[in-house]
């Protein structure tokens, strides 16, 4: 049959206790600490994962307002740019209107000039055929006579 004994069962509960004191010291607290460290560790590793997101929001936020600054920038000097090209074709075309219309004067002059020229010529020839053909008539052909025949043609021509 079982017996029990005081002794034997005080003798367990000491040892017990003491069994308790020493796995708490040696056992317990060692593993509390580790796992304390690991627990920091991992604290730790998560708070510089937020500080990183939150960093790179941030440089998120300044990449998106430097993109805009360069599509206004963009909009800015393409519409810079149309302008200064629109100015151009103006002044170009403007150019082009003058240039035509001094070539068009000039032209212009210059049919004058070669009609007056035409004209000269042909009186000229018409005076020399006159006194030709008035030496002819006349049957004389002295410089007097040429030259009265040609003062009275050109006097009619004038006239004209």
Do not use: C
Not at 25 to 46: G, H, M, N, S
Not at 57 to 82: F, G, I, M, P, Q
Not at 97 to 111: N, V
């Amino acid at each position: 049959m079982l017996q029990l004994d005081v002794w034997n069962v005080l003798f367990t509960v000491i040892n017990l206790l003491i069994l308790f004191v020493l796995m708490r010291i040696f056992l317990y607290k060692p593993v509390q600490k580790i796992i304390a460290a690991r627990q920091a560790e991992a604290d730790k590793q998560f708070d510089e994962a937020a500080a990183k997101q939150s960093e790179a929001e941030e440089l998120k936020t300044k990449y998106e307002a430097v993109l805009s600054d360069a599509e206004n920038e963009k909009k800015k000097v393409v519409a810079e740019a149309r302008k200064t090209a629109d100015e151009e074709y103006q002044r170009i075309v403007t150019d082009a209107h003058k240039t035509a219309s001094q070539i068009k004067d000039d032209a212009e002059a210059e049919a004058i000039s070669q009609k007056e020229q035409i004209l000269k010529k042909a009186e000229k020839e018409i005076a020399d055929m006159v006194v030709d053909a008035a030496a002819k008539v006349v049957g004389s052909n002295s410089a007097d006579t040429n030259a009265a025949l040609y003062d009275t043609f050109l006097n009619k021509a004038g006239d004209k």
